[in-house]
């Protein structure tokens, strides 16, 4: 089992940014892809936004696309997620997970490892 430790989280004002890492204790480390995956409090996880580990090929969520961005340091087992222009709708609580298998990256449920999890509040 992979573990996937993150950090960054924390409070922000309305407009400001944030830079969430992951880092992936396995050696070596070789998932097909990695995703950043939020759950607002009271609604269902939703993936933020996904890359392939091997060919850094990446995907947005709509409200992802033009303000965060995902990247990833191979040599270093590290995922970032890059958040500007945050939101108060942001807050969410925030976990890496990786995907083992081939496949979309669209669905939570197909993620097999997660990491803990950490708070990001946005306020006004």
């Known amino acids: 089992q992979v573990q996937l430790v993150e950090s960054g989280g924390g409070l922000v004002q309305d407009g400001g940014s944030l830079r969430l890492s992951c880092a992936a204790s396995?050696?070596?480390?070789?998932?097909?892809?990695m995703a950043w995956i939020r759950q607002i409090s009271g609604k269902e996880h939703e993936i933020v936004a996904a890359i392939t580990w091997t060919g850094g090929d990446t995907a947005y969520a709509d409200f992802a696309k033009g303000r965060f961005t995902i990247s990833r340091d191979n040599a270093k087992n590290t995922v970032y997620l890059q958040m500007n222009g945050l939101k108060p709708e942001d807050t969410a609580d925030y976990s890496c997970a990786a995907r083992q298998t081939i496949g979309s990256v669209w669905d939570p449920l197909k993620y097999d490892d997660w990491g803990q999890g950490t708070q990001v509040t946005v306020f006004s």
């Open positions: 396995q050696r070596p480390f070789n998932p097909y892809a």
